[in-house]
């Protein structure tokens, strides 16, 4: 039975409205033009730009998932967070140089360097891979919301679904990049607050680590080569996965881009270790739950239920932050890399009428991701699949710094890739090397690629790349795009 007084549910029910209340204030004008929808017109400001691109990956992962994790194998967990961190500060090497081809997505850019066939293939894995992974997202919302207020998992589903959903078809990057800035400010400084007066209300830090397994307090139990394997997959993600590029892309200038990639990347550092706290907490506290809610038993039992509540909410939303922007991410790129060629390129659709395919495509495979996560089907290695190709991307676009890259082995080189992600991930099944942890499929297989493409590339397989020309015509299309999209009709 639901009790309709219960502040958890009060909470979550304000935060779902106030979730909905700026994504419809935020995305006012997005359906005017397809730059304004995928990309927020280009003008994200350092404030929101940061806390978009933090918050799309603190939400299951980072916070539920180091807290799970932290309850069985201890602290280490947290460099699960720290390594995307220094990943993240790292990518910002490069992100100016990223930014300053005026794309909307990542095949486009590839598209563009290596040539159509490439495009197709990086278009196809990304959404396969941007689907799975809104798939992932969509029943973690719900389990945690039907755990801690009672409400109908059922419910709890089809509710949280449809204000994802929802703000994604309503106003595009606008209207996700705004729900993030609330998700994002909400669950830092809830963490910051709640995770220290959570440890205070368990007795302090003695009282937590005096009662832990053996090993829950080493630091580096996960084993070097693990860490080290995080760190270069994440440099994968950062580089070259649709739902971070196309953040650095709707930044409002490379300075934005820059700063609030590496201010991101600060913050993600340390958050792990308040997550990971969560998971301590519990298990010292001797819980008896499913490892998956160690961080909302130790939230519903150690602080205030006001306090619990609105960090759950914000947790929740974290979440949703993770599902709408892999839902707008997979969308841009089938409707920008797939269905625009099928129709014969841009010129003959009206910029209204590109945005409302894309909203169109938003729905269906939101929808579609949602009926497949409630069914229970395993997705975990379409999910797989889908990450891994397109993390070795990321071979293509370090390629690009080198001017003597050839424009016919970039494909080559993906599918080398691909074939030593499968046979890593699921032939040898990411095997420990030296008994310090398994090395992420990614990372073999990025290296892989980037080998492939390289050596082509010295051997003299097909026309150099001119990275200068590639970036002076993606900037003239972006200009007439925009252009088009004032006072433009629909089809």
Do not use: C
């Amino acid at each position: 039975m639901v009790d309709l007084t219960d502040p958890l549910l009060l909470v979550m029910v304000a935060y779902f409205a106030a979730t909905v209340g700026i994504a419809l204030w935020s995305g006012r004008g997005a359906g005017s033009n397809y730059v304004e929808f995928a990309l927020a017109g280009k003008d994200l400001s350092l404030p929101v730009y940061m806390m978009t691109y933090f918050a799309t990956f603190a939400g299951g992962g980072l916070t539920m998932g180091i807290a799970q994790t932290a309850f069985v194998d201890g602290v280490s967990a947290q460099w699960y967070a720290m390594t995307q961190g220094l990943a993240w500060m790292t990518i910002t090497l490069i992100v100016g140089f990223l930014y300053s081809f005026e794309v909307v997505s990542v095949p486009e850019l590839l598209g563009r360097v290596f040539g159509d066939r490439t495009k197709y293939f990086a278009a196809a894995f990304t959404v396969l891979g941007q689907v799975a992974l809104t798939t992932g997202q969509t029943i973690g919302m719900a389990s945690i919301i039907a755990t801690v207020t009672g409400i109908p998992l059922n419910v709890a589903f089809w509710s949280s679904v449809a204000v994802f959903i929802g703000i994604t078809v309503y106003g595009g990057m606008n209207s996700v990049a705004w729900a993030d800035t609330l998700h994002g400010v909400l669950v830092i400084v809830g963490m910051v607050v709640a995770i220290p007066l959570a440890v205070v209300n368990a007795g302090g830090v003695g009282a937590v680590t005096a009662t832990l397994p053996q090993g829950h307090t080493n630091w580096f139990a996960v084993g070097f080569i693990q860490i080290g394997s995080w760190y270069l997959m994440y440099l994968t993600v950062a580089g070259a996965q649709q739902q971070m590029l196309q953040r650095t892309w709707s930044a409002r200038n490379a300075r934005v881009a820059k700063v609030g990639t590496f201010l991101a990347g600060v913050v993600i550092t340390g958050y792990g270790v308040l997550s990971a706290t969560a998971g301590l907490i519990a298990q010292a506290q001797g819980a008896e739950i499913e490892s998956s809610m160690a961080f909302a038993w130790t939230l519903t039992n150690t602080l205030p239920p006001v306090l619990a509540g609105l960090l759950l909410a914000a947790a929740v939303g974290a979440v949703m932050s993770g599902a709408d922007s892999f839902l707008l991410a997979g969308a841009t790129t089938f409707v920008n890399d797939l269905y625009v060629p099928l129709r014969g390129g841009k010129e003959g659709l009206s910029e209204r009428h590109l945005v409302s395919v894309t909203r169109l495509t938003i729905l269906v495979f939101g929808v579609a991701a949602a009926v497949v996560a409630l069914s229970g089907i395993e997705i975990i290695a379409i999910n797989t699949l889908g990450m891994g190709i397109m993390s070795v991307l990321f071979a293509g676009i370090a390629a690009m710094l080198w001017d003597g890259t050839r424009r016919e082995a970039g494909l080559p080189g993906f599918v080398v890739g691909g074939v030593v992600f499968v046979v890593w991930a699921f032939g040898l099944g990411e095997p420990a090397l030296f008994g310090q942890g398994p090395l992420e499929s990614a990372v073999p297989a990025t290296l892989a690629a980037l080998v492939t493409i390289l050596g082509l590339s010295y051997l003299g397989y097909g026309e150099k790349i001119t990275v200068g020309r590639v970036r002076s015509e993606a900037r003239d299309d972006m200009r007439a795009s925009r252009e088009r999209g004032v006072g433009s009709s629909d089809d």
